[in-house]
């Protein structure tokens, strides 16, 4: 199934996974794929070293258990930062013998060490994929507040519709934690003739600590009511952690009564993240049982 088909017939609903590093076995990371393919997702994206975690070795074992041992659609990440042309044709190649047909297109983040090779920015590779391998469907990264490197959000805009014209099929947006800037985010698409849908990422924050550091890795605006969250919430970790998901889910049922394209959760490899956002759309009508 390509995601594009899906997100032209409804609003998607849909989460992110990790795979594990290196030689750990993989059996953790479908476990929790299997927990939340309960919840009927339309597809779940599996990571490539995110962060410079170096588990991209298993984003493939991981993409394609997903679809044979729990017929999930998998969204398999791509980047491309130090990548010559025959490592994506090698990928590429791996992704469709095991039967996936969605790819994630991105430059990936910067891992100190690593020069750029064969592709510069993720519109090269979503190019690239589209002349090699035009059966794919691709997906690339947005930012409601502007990539974090680029300090001109007008160009900033401008580089996502070159992401469009390369041959992207929809957006996943960056996590944010203050709908109005996605809603004006999605003006300035239209503004920039951005057409294709935009899926709109949310990560529930765990504690102070990490959303100060999400702050800074993705310059995503911690707006006065999350601190309040953070602030009443006290110094236990669980309570924190209780205020970011609560939080969470009043983002997705706003944005779900906002005619959003689609809906992917950050689960962190938690299910039960992802099991209480189901329970949300459920409840606001946005998802059936
Ligand atoms: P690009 O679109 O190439 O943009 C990178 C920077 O270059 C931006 O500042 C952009 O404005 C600028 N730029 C683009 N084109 C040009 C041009 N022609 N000239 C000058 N500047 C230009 N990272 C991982 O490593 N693994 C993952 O699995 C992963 N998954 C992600 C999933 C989502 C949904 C998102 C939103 C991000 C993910 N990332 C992941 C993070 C991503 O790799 C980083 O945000 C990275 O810094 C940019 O990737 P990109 O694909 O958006 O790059």
Same mark, same amino acid.
């Given at each position: 199934m390509r995601i594009s088909e899906r997100l032209a017939a409804k609003q998607t609903f849909s989460f992110e996974i990790f795979p594990p590093k290196g030689d750990l076995p993989i059996d953790q990371a479908l476990a929790v794929a299997g927990a939340l393919a309960a919840d009927k997702p339309d597809w779940i994206s599996v990571t490539f070293s995110a962060g410079g975690s170096g588990n991209s070795a298993n984003t493939l074992a991981v993409a394609g258990e997903l679809l044979k041992r729990c017929a999930i659609e998998p969204l398999a990440h791509l980047t491309c930062m130090g990548s010559e042309r025959a490592d994506i044709d090698a990928y590429l190649a791996a992704l469709a013998a095991a039967g996936i047909s969605n790819v994630l297109a991105l430059r990936g983040d910067r891992i100190p060490g690593r020069e750029v090779a064969d592709f510069a920015y993720a519109s090269n590779l979503i190019a690239?994929?589209?002349?090699?391998?035009?059966?794919?469907?691709? +997906?690339?990264?947005?930012?409601?507040? +502007?990539?974090?490197?680029?300090?001109?959000?007008?160009l900033s805009m401008r580089h996502l519709y070159a992401k469009q014209q390369a041959g992207a099929d929809f957006f996943v947006t960056q996590l944010f934690f203050d709908n109005e800037l996605f809603y004006t985010f999605r003006e300035a698409c239209t503004r920039h003739r951005i057409k294709i849908p935009?899926?709109? +990422?949310?990560?529930p924050f765990t504690s102070a600590k990490q959303i100060q550091r999400m702050a800074f890795t993705c310059g995503a605006t911690i707006p006065a009511a999350v601190i309040k969250r953070i602030v009443s919430a006290g110094d236990d970790p669980a309570d924190q952690a209780r205020a970011g998901l609560e939080y969470a889910l009043e983002q997705i049922a706003d944005l779900a009564a906002n005619g959003v394209d689609g809906i992917h959760i950050y689960t962190m490899n938690r299910h039960e993240i992802g099991d209480a956002a189901y329970d949300a759309l459920l409840a606001c009508g946005y998802l059936e049982d």
């Amino acid at each position: 199934m390509r995601i594009s088909e899906r997100l032209a017939a409804k609003q998607t609903f849909s989460f992110e996974i990790f795979p594990p590093k290196g030689d750990l076995p993989i059996d953790q990371a479908l476990a929790v794929a299997g927990a939340l393919a309960a919840d009927k997702p339309d597809w779940i994206s599996v990571t490539f070293s995110a962060g410079g975690s170096g588990n991209s070795a298993n984003t493939l074992a991981v993409a394609g258990e997903l679809l044979k041992r729990c017929a999930i659609e998998p969204l398999a990440h791509l980047t491309c930062m130090g990548s010559e042309r025959a490592d994506i044709d090698a990928y590429l190649a791996a992704l469709a013998a095991a039967g996936i047909s969605n790819v994630l297109a991105l430059r990936g983040d910067r891992i100190p060490g690593r020069e750029v090779a064969d592709f510069a920015y993720a519109s090269n590779l979503i190019a690239y994929i589209k002349h090699v391998a035009p059966e794919f469907c691709i +997906g690339a990264a947005c930012y409601p507040e +502007g990539h974090v490197e680029c300090e001109d959000f007008e160009l900033s805009m401008r580089h996502l519709y070159a992401k469009q014209q390369a041959g992207a099929d929809f957006f996943v947006t960056q996590l944010f934690f203050d709908n109005e800037l996605f809603y004006t985010f999605r003006e300035a698409c239209t503004r920039h003739r951005i057409k294709i849908p935009i899926v709109a +990422g949310i990560m529930p924050f765990t504690s102070a600590k990490q959303i100060q550091r999400m702050a800074f890795t993705c310059g995503a605006t911690i707006p006065a009511a999350v601190i309040k969250r953070i602030v009443s919430a006290g110094d236990d970790p669980a309570d924190q952690a209780r205020a970011g998901l609560e939080y969470a889910l009043e983002q997705i049922a706003d944005l779900a009564a906002n005619g959003v394209d689609g809906i992917h959760i950050y689960t962190m490899n938690r299910h039960e993240i992802g099991d209480a956002a189901y329970d949300a759309l459920l409840a606001c009508g946005y998802l059936e049982d």
